[in-house]
């Protein structure tokens, strides 16, 4: 157990939904990142927050947009899905600061979307 | 721009044998290089990492070496076991821009009785 937390697990949708997938850091850490596994992909990034602020920003698409909350957790907000937004989300986290910024992943949340 | 490339795709080698998994990047300022494996359906999982002013890193039957000047870095696990047969990604921090890392695209090991 990494200590990241992610709900919900699973999420079955429609095309054209929205959804919110959530993200609860390790204790202490204040960096947050989120990526994208796809069927057979590797891990694309989407986006990082460091304490509150957009720190860092990946190939994420117009449709998708995140924030961090004062708590530090994270979500992910994905419209207007469609087909292809089928896939793994992981979170991940790390302390932010200085040269020892591991990232570790929370369990991810499978998203279908049919 | 930011690229990870890694090598081979799918490995398979018998229970005993070594295996070795090599990555190349594409920015020279690269500063830090971690490695993951991830089992199927689970979460990605760090085994060992590296930092740009270490050469090699060893821990137990893993080590992963770094050659700052060609720009790539591999991973060699020993004695493979059949609990070692996974997905296992690279991947490096570029500098600039956050902490974010870049993978590679993964190379499924098998490891047979």
Known sequence: DSGVTQTPKHLITATGQRVTLRCSPRSGDLSVYWYQQSLDQGLQFLIQYYNGEERAKGNILERFSAQQFPDLHSELNLSSLELGDSALYFCASSSGTGRSDTQYFGPGTRLTVL | ?113
């Open chain 2, 1 to 113: 721009g930011e690229n990870v490339e890694q090598h081979p795709s799918t490995l398979s080698v018998q229970e005993g044998d070594s295996a070795v998994i090599k990555c190349t990047y594409s920015d020279s300022a690269s500063n830090y290089f971690p490695w993951y494996k991830q089992e199927l359906g689970k979460r990605p999982q760090l085994i060992i990492d590296i930092r740009s002013n270490v050469g090699e890193k060893k821990d137990q039957r893993i080590a992963v070496t770094l050659n700052k000047t060609a720009k790539h870095f591999s991973l060699h696990i020993t004695e493979t076991q059949p609990e070692d047969s996974a997905v296992y990604f690279c991947a490096a921090r570029f500098t600039g821009g956050g902490n974010k890392l870049t993978f590679g695209t993964g190379t499924q090991l098998k490891v047979e009785l």
